[in-house]
C-alpha cells in the first residue's frame, strides 16, 4: 500500500517553464490537496478536490492550475514559473464520511525556479 | 473564513519538563482540529485530532491536546519532553459542515534540550 505519492522529489526550473507535479493515491480517497509550504509561512492551501471532476481554489492559487480526472491522480499545473514558486509543494489525501478525517500526505516536491 | 494562530515561532525546553505549544482558531461553525508533526525533510505526520465529546483529546507519543470552546484554542501539550520530539508542529482546523478544507498554521519549532 503505498498510500500518497508524489513525483518528481526535486526539479529546478527556469523562469517562464512550465511543468506538471504529479500526485496520485491508492485509498480510493475522494478528497485530495496541494499545499505550498514556505519558511515561517506554514502550509498554504493552492487548490483543492472533493472527487473527479470537481476542483476548488484554495488561498494561494494564482500561477498554479489542477485537474482530477481520476479518483487516483490530481495533478498540479505550474504555466510560467516564477521565483515566488520556489517552495516545497506537498500533496495530501483523506477519505470521505461522517466525520473529517486526518490528512495522508506525501513526501512532498522540492521545486526551485531560478 | 477558517484561520488558525500557532503564537509561537519556537518553543524551547528542557528534557523531562512538560511542555505546551499554543494554537487559537477561528471558524464561523463547529471545528473539527488537528496536529500534526514534521521531521527535517519529511511529510506531515499526523498526532491527534478533536472532532466532537471529551474536551481532552490523546494522540501519538504521549502527546495530548486540549480543546477549549469559550477560548477558541486547542493547545498541545506533552507531560514529559523527550530530544526525539524536536520539530515542527503545526496545528489545522476544518469546519463542520463546510468545504472540507483543511487550514494550517504557520508552524511552532519546538526543541527540547537535553
Known amino acids: 500500500n503505498a498510500g500518497v505519492t508524489q513525483t518528481p522529489k526535486f526539479r529546478i526550473l527556469k523562469i517562464g517553464q512550465s511543468m506538471t507535479l504529479q500526485c496520485a493515491q491508492d485509498m480510493n480517497h475522494n478528497y485530495m490537496y496541494w499545499y505550498r509550504q514556505d519558511p515561517g509561512m506554514g502550509l498554504k492551501l493552492i487548490y483543492y478536490s472533493v472527487g473527479a471532476g470537481i476542483t476548488d481554489k484554495g488561498e494561494v492559487p494564482n500561477g498554479y492550475n489542477v485537474s482530477r480526472s481520476t479518483t487516483e491522480d490530481f495533478p498540479l499545473r505550474l504555466e510560467l514559473a516564477a521565483p515566488s514558486q520556489t517552495s516545497v509543494y506537498f500533496c495530501a489525501s483523506t477519505p470521505d464520511g461522517q466525520w473529517i478525517e486526518k490528512l495522508f500526505f506525501g513526501s512532498g516536491t522540492q521545486l526551485s525556479v531560478l | 473564513a477558517q484561520s488558525v494562530a500557532q503564537p509561537e515561532d519556537q518553543v524551547n525546553v528542557a528534557e523531562g519538563n512538560p511542555l505546551t505549544v499554543k494554537c487559537t482558531y477561528s471558524v464561523s461553525g463547529n471545528p473539527y482540529l488537528f496536529w500534526y508533526v514534521q521531521y527535517p525533510n519529511r511529510g506531515l505526520q499526523f498526532l491527534l485530532k478533536?472532532?466532537?465529546?471529551?474536551?481532552l483529546v490523546k494522540g501519538s507519543y504521549g502527546f495530548e491536546a486540549e480543546f477549549n470552546k469559550s477560548q477558541t484554542s486547542f493547545h498541545l501539550k506533552k507531560p514529559s519532553a523527550l530530544v526525539s520530539d524536536s520539530a515542527l508542529y503545526f496545528c489545522a482546523v476544518s469546519e463542520r459542515g463546510g468545504t472540507y478544507k483543511y487550514i494550517f498554521g504557520t508552524g511552532t519549532r519546538l526543541k527540547v534540550l537535553a
Open positions: 478533536y472532532i466532537t465529546g471529551d474536551n
